[in-house]
């Protein structure tokens, strides 16, 4: 078990509503990553914030957003929710930031279950 | 055509068996290439690792990049049951930090006992 901690485990949420997903990363690590992963698919890079400020970002719309804290935990934030933002949210914890993080220091959470209806 | 290309699968086989996944890319920037294992409802675990071309061993696993052929593989030796997951191919270039990682669809693999 990694030490990145997800929450809610799952949520179903209605087309239009906007939701909210936390992770708290392990314990020493300053950087977060959030991920989307759709069914049968792989995960697609959403954006990273390192000490508390975005340095990255993916293909997602503005409606995508997120903050870190100065505890190094992290929300992603999507308004507007569409059928196809229905997916596993992952963030991922490492220490770093901008410079490359090397793959053995980065660690995936169990992810959040979202469910757009 | 996506950057990185994986065959969904299933691949079943028998327990013991040896096991190949592979992943082709695009992209010539990618220098690091990552294996990763999930299982039902889990996050994805870091296997292996390689950075740029050639090959590298832990246990029962072999991780091969040629990156003149942009090809991956992912070899497991004396397969068990327990190997039973998705096995997703990933890769970054030089800022992969920032860039975040770039994932293969996964390949669903099945070993029978």
């Known amino acids: 078990e990694t030490g990145v901690t997800q929450s809610p485990t799952h949520l179903i949420k209605t087309r239009g509503q906007q939701v909210t997903l936390r992770c708290s990363s392990q314990?020493?690590?300053?950087?977060v990553s959030w991920y989307q992963q759709a069914l049968g698919q792989g995960p697609q890079f959403i954006f990273q914030?390192?000490?508390?400020?975005?340095?990255g970002r993916g293909n997602f719309p503005p409606r995508f957003s997120g903050l870190q804290f100065p505890n190094y935990s992290s929300e992603l934030n999507v308004n507007a929710l569409e059928l196809d933002d229905s997916a596993l949210y992952l963030c991922a914890s490492s220490l770093g930031g901008g410079h490359f993080v090397r793959p053995t220091e980065a660690f995936f959470g169990q992810g959040t279950r979202l469910t757009v209806v | 055509q996506k950057e990185v290309e994986q065959d969904p699968g299933p691949l079943s086989v028998p327990e013991g068996a040896i096991v190949s996944l592979n992943c082709t890319y695009s992209?010539?920037?990618?220098?690091?290439f990552m294996w990763y294992r999930q299982y039902s409802r889990k996050g994805p675990e870091l296997l292996m690792y390689t950075y740029s071309s050639g090959n590298k061993e832990d246990g029962r696993f072999t991780a091969q990049v040629d990156k003149s052929s942009k090809y991956i593989s992912l070899f497991i030796r004396d397969s068990q049951p327990s190997d039973s997951a998705t096995y997703l191919c990933a890769m970054s270039g030089k800022g992969g930090g920032a860039d975040g990682l770039t994932f293969g669809k996964g390949t669903h693999l099945i070993i029978q006992p």
């Open positions: 314990s020493g690590h300053n950087t």
């Open positions: 992209n010539s920037a990618f220098q690091y």
């Open positions: 914030y390192y000490r508390e400020e975005e340095n």
